[in-house]
Each structure stands twice: as C-alpha cells, then as structure tokens.
C-alpha cells in the first residue's frame, strides 16, 4: 500500500489555474482528480512515487499554457483507461461526453502506436493529424510526453532511447507545427543528450565557452539600441536569444557546419508593445547597420501556418558578424512560445487581453473563424488541416490514408494506390460524386478510381498530374508503347551514356570534378589551380551523371550536392557559396541503395538478382522483409557507374512480375 500522507493533494495545481485562468470550474477539476486518485491508488511511477503525480504534472503543465476546464480534468484522467478497468462510457458518465472524448483520444494515440510498425513510426505523426478530430488530444499528449521525460532517469537505457527517439522523430516535430516551441524545445533537449551524449556535451561545453564572449557583443549592441531608442521614446525589451542545444546540432549537420560557425551568427530579440513599433524598429536598425535584404522576412503581414508572427532581419552588425534580429510585440512572443494554447489564452480572457490585442492578426483570424462557424469544433478541424499546408490527405473506400502533394488530381491519386490502377482509370468518385480525373483533390476526400481494361494513359494528363511519381509512371508508358511499336530508342538515354552532364548557369566558371569516391574525401585539382577539399552530401548522395552543384562549407572545403536538393533550398544561403560543377568522365561506380517493393511469388527473387546481373552491377548488400499482404520488400545495395546506369537498372526491376514500385533511398550507405 501506498503511504497516503505522501499522495500530493491538489494545491499547486490550483494556485497555477488561479494566476492564469480564473474561469476555471475548480470543482470539476477537484471531482477529475479524485476519480483519477482512487483509479491509480495502488499503482507507483517507476521513481517509487504515487502515480497521480503523473497526472497531476500533466494537469499543471497544460494549466500554465491557460488551458480550459474539459482538458485540465481529461489531462488527470488521461491514464486510467489503459491503466485500470475504467471504460470511456464510465467516465462519459461521470463527467461528460467532451471530456471522454479527449481521453479516450489520448488513449487511442497509445494503442495507434502499438499497431504501427517501427519504419512507419514517421508516418504516425501525420496519421495522428489526420485521425484525431480535437487538437487538445495532442496537447495532452505532449504535456504527458513531457513529464516522462522529465522522469526518463527511472526508464532502463533501452526505453529511454527508444522513446527518445519517438520524440525527436514525432512528438517534437508536432509540437513545432503546432507552434509549441517552449515545450518543443524542452523534450528535444532531453531526448538529445540521450540519443547523443557526445555531441550534447561538446555543445554544451562550446555554449559555456562562448557564452562570456557573446554577453559582450550583445551587451554592446543593447547600449547602441537603447541609446537610440530613448532619443527616440521607444520602450523595448532586448534580449540575446540563446538556441536550445538540439537546435544548434541540427544546424551543424543540415548545413554541414562546424560548431563554431553556428556561433558565429548573433541573435538579438525585440519585444514592443504595439505592431507599428515593430516596423519602425526595423527602420532604426536599418539605419544603423547594412541589412542583407534577402534575409528579410516579414510574418507578420504573412503568418507562418502555425500562427508565428514576428519581423526577422539580418544585418551586418559590429566587427562585420553577421547579426540576425527578431522583431514582435508581447503577444505574438506568447504565440511564439506557446502556439496553439495562445488561442484558449486569448479566448479565456476576454476582459484582460481584448483591448490590448484587438489589432492583433492573429486574434482577429481566429474571432472570424470562430464567428464564421456554427461549431468552434470546426475551427480546430479547419486549423489541423491547414497544418501540413504542401500536403494532403485522402481516403480509400476502405478508409486507407493516401498523402499527396497539395493540388495532387484524381490521376495521381490513381497512381499513389498502384501503377496499373493508374494506367487503366477512366474515371473517378470524389466524395460520391463522380468528377473529371484531372479535378483537384481536398484533403478529407474519400476517392474511387474507376478502371477500365482497354484504358491507357494520355499524353493530355501530364498537363494536370503533380506529382512525379505519377508522371514518371506515364512518361514511362508513352515511351514504352512507342518502342513497342517501333518507334526509336530514346535520344536522352544516349546522350546520358556518352556525355557528361552539364550545370549551366550563367556568370560562374565551371569546374569539373572527377574520380571522387564516397568513401573517401581528397584533395583535388579543381580548373587546373586549386586544391580544394571535396565531399559528397549525404544529404542527397548524388552520382555521376546528376545535375550537380557546388557549396563552399566553412572550413571544410566544397560539398557536392543535386542541383534539386531540398536541403540547399531551407538552407537561403549566400548566392557566392555556390560553385557550379560538371563530372568528368569516371570509371568508378559508386554504392547506391534501392528499395523493391513487390508482391510475393515463387522465383521472385531469383529474377531481381538476374535483372541486376544482366545490368552488369554488383549487389553489395541485401536486406528482404515481408510487410503485410504478402507484399515484399528488399532493400539492395548495388554498383552503379552513373545517373543513366542506375535508372536503366530501375527500369528492368520494374518490369519484373509482381513488382509494384523502385527507387533510390537517399539513405546513408554502409557496408559491412
Ligand atoms: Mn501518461
């Protein structure tokens, strides 16, 4: 038995709803925390203590973020379905249907995640969007995340790393769309110094190192703001923003930067009280240091989708370091910090808030929405849907999850579900309704594709389909039917074979490149002068024959990347860090990783190895796993000599029977 006189009563939790929301039915949060108590009464935490502490840490977390009455008590009750015999119907019953609602909501997360497999574990973030219909069910979730990690230190080594890495992979990424960086911040620091103990101490010794400098620098630029902005009666706040450690190493390995590099870059925050201070302080900055005006960004006029506001510019400041500035009023900081729960903050204290912030973009988006629907559920509906904002997500009659690029039609849709599904539709349901195939799909549509035997793809749908699979698919096709009735080999494949392929940008000097291996990094001669030290992204792992590019990274000499890679395109760096590049002829072939998805026969696997022999390439390494339905996968890594070799492989495995899909994995190759 548990010593009661240990079990933690209900004061703390009351004192914190009491400084931020006095609207708060106490007596129903009492009547939840009761019921949660007696619930969990012989039942300890992993550290030795009560288990209601767990609940009630979650309850006070979400409290501080204002949060209204139905998810403070679903936060106590939200381990009792899983934990003892409590049904939902028991608690819809006791408290009211909302707040079963919720719980059986966060309940339903724990039993989703049982059911997925480990390599969807990426996907469950957005089939968590996509299914839950109340976004203060992740809210939830988060702030149970959050006190679990608090307590890892109980966990054995193993689960710890495990549900660090859920987080990192999941519950951060969440509680970034949904604005929550405060929180974000937090369980990715902890997750961090888990799954990396060494570079989280490098960091965290470099961040001591360099703090003493830094309060200089920013000490000094705090007087040069301040002297100005008394001239001109201006009442700021000013702070030196310091990065949370997960934030500085994603930087490091994105940019491929060394650390000191990432230091070298000064942040310096600005918090007024009103939105056209903001714009005139961007003028005083302005005035006192030069701007790099492709820095500039202006979310204010245009909030991020998850409702950030702030002006950001970046100058060149004292001692030309580069020094970046935050621009936003009070209110769009507590957005800034606490995202989505600003809109129970602001819809909780009408009285308090309303004259301050009743120009605030944000307040007035979310009055009209609420004012506009008949269900405020809707809002929450509206705003989970906007929240992957390039992407959408439609149905099957069955009710399978299929994402698509936004603007994505009823072709490529077709194509997502199988290629001869693609090949063959005539027609499409959208939400029962039929509709022409190149109409425009809405997240939420349930679609039904309609085939028909003697049906093939038309030239006139590549004018519509967006996505690339779709349109690889029918180029395929049309290039296919045109050898078949003998028409000749493409030109394109020909020219790839012989020559190299070129980077053309005007005003910039070419450079060749030849004879670099993946697993090596050397000098060479670059235009007959330079010796520069070269590298191949991991990021996207180009080949010969690859449209490619060069970066200048600091230190570390030229990294070859695609000239389509998404990294360089987040990265909004300096135009004269990039070095345009060709490949010289090489004899070299290079490690590349494919995956085949296929349904299984007999002999299926015999054929992929004879495919791959007939292209003359090596298998280095292979790994097969079943998935559900007798499909297969393998994961190969082969031999190629360049871009062209690779895909004409591609091409064979994808006329092999029962295979449904090939492609390159931008994966890390090792080989062992
Ligand atoms: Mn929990």
Avoid at 478 to 499: C, F, V
């Amino acid at each position: 038995m548990i010593d009661p006189s240990v079990i933690p009563d209900l004061s703390d939790l009351i004192a914190i709803i009491n400084s931020n929301n006095a609207d708060t039915d106490i007596g129903f949060i009492n009547k939840a925390y009761n019921f949660a108590r007696e619930a969990h009464k012989s039942q300890l935490r992993l550290s030795g203590e009560p288990y209601i502490i767990h609940p009630l840490e979650v309850a006070k977390t979400l409290a501080g973020l204002n949060l209204d009455t139905t998810t403070l008590a679903a936060a106590l009750l939200h381990d009792v379905i899983e934990d003892s015999k409590i049904t939902i119907e028991a608690i819809k019953k006791e408290f009211n249907e909302e707040t079963a609602n919720l719980v059986d909501g966060v309940t339903k997360i724990s039993s989703l995640k049982k059911r997925t497999k480990y390599d969807e574990v990426h996907n469950l973030r957005k089939m968590l969007l996509a299914t839950i219909n109340d976004v203060r069910v992740i809210l939830i979730k988060l702030a149970d995340k959050l006190h679990n990690l608090r307590t890892i230190k109980y966990q054995p080594y193993e689960k710890q790393q495990t549900i660090s890495k859920e987080v990192l992979d999941i519950y951060a990424p969440l509680a970034h769309r949904l604005g929550m960086s405060q929180l974000a911040s937090e369980i990715e620091d902890i997750s961090f110094n888990i799954l990396y103990p060494e570079e989280y101490k490098e960091i965290a010794a470099k961040v001591v190192q360099k703090v003493p400098e830094m309060e200089i620098y920013i000490n000094h630029i705090k007087e040069i703001l301040h002297a100005k902005f008394n001239e001109l009666n201006i009442t700021a706040q000013v702070t030196g923003r310091a990065k949370h450690y997960y934030s500085i190493f994603q930087k490091m390995r994105l940019q491929e930067k060394p650390i000191d590099d990432i230091f070298d870059i000064r942040a310096i925050r600005i918090i007024v009280n009103e939105i056209k201070e903001c714009y005139g302080i961007l003028g005083i900055i302005h005035s006192l240091w030069s701007p790099i005006t492709s820095r500039f960004k202006d979310y204010i006029a245009v909030p991020k989708t998850n409702m950030y506001q702030s002006l950001h510019t970046t100058v060149i400041g004292p001692y030309g370091h580069p020094l970046e500035f935050q621009i936003r009023t009070k209110e769009m900081h507590t957005t800034a910090e606490i995202g989505i729960a600003a809109h129970w903050l602001y819809k909780e204290n009408p009285n308090i808030q309303a004259k301050e912030y009743k120009n605030l973009m944000l307040l007035k988006n979310i009055r009209r929405r609420l004012s506009e629907k008949d269900n405020p559920q809707d809002f929450l509906t509206e705003l989970k849907m906007d929240l992957y904002a390039d992407e959408i997500f439609t149905f099957t009659p069955k009710g399978k999850i299929i994402k698509l690029a936004k603007g994505a039609t009823a072709v490529d849709f077709a194509y997502a579900i199988h290629t001869e599904v693609g090949h063959h539709c005539i027609g499409a349901k959208v939400n029962n309704h039929i509709v022409p195939l190149k109409t425009e799909l809405q997240s939420g549509d349930i679609i039904e594709i309609r085939t028909g035997n003697k049906e093939h793809p038309s030239e006139s749908w590549l004018k519509f389909v967006k996505s690339s699979n779709a349109r690889y698919k029918i180029r395929n096709w049309i290039r296919k039917s045109e050898q078949e009735t003998g028409a000749t080999i493409s030109k394109i494949q020909q020219q790839k074979d012989n020559k190299t392929a070129e980077v053309t940008i005007p005003n910039s000097e070419l450079f060749k490149i030849k004879d670099i291996s993946r697993q090596k990094k050397q000098n060479l001669t670059i235009n007959g002068t330079s010796n520069v030290l070269l590298k191949l992204a991991q990021c996207c792992q180009p080949i010969p024959g690859d449209e490619v590019i060069g970066f200048i990274t600091r230190g570390r000499g030229l990294t070859v990347h695609k000239k389509t890679c998404q990294s360089l395109k987040k990265l909004e760096i300096e135009e004269e860090r990039f070095i345009n590049i060709v490949w010289e002829g090489s004899v070299d072939t290079y490690p590349v990783k494919i995956e085949i998805n296929a349904l299984d026969r007999q002999n299926l696997l015999k054929d992929i190895a004879d495919e791959i022999a007939s292209a003359k390439t090596n298998i280095l390494k292979m790994e097969a796993d079943a998935t559900e339905d007798d499909n297969v996968r393998f994961k190969i890594i082969v031999e190629v000599k360049s871009t062209s070799h690779l895909n004409q492989l591609i091409h064979l495995l994808k006329n092999i029977k029962n295979v449904t899909h090939v492609h390159k994995l931008n994966e890390k190759v090792i080989i062992k």
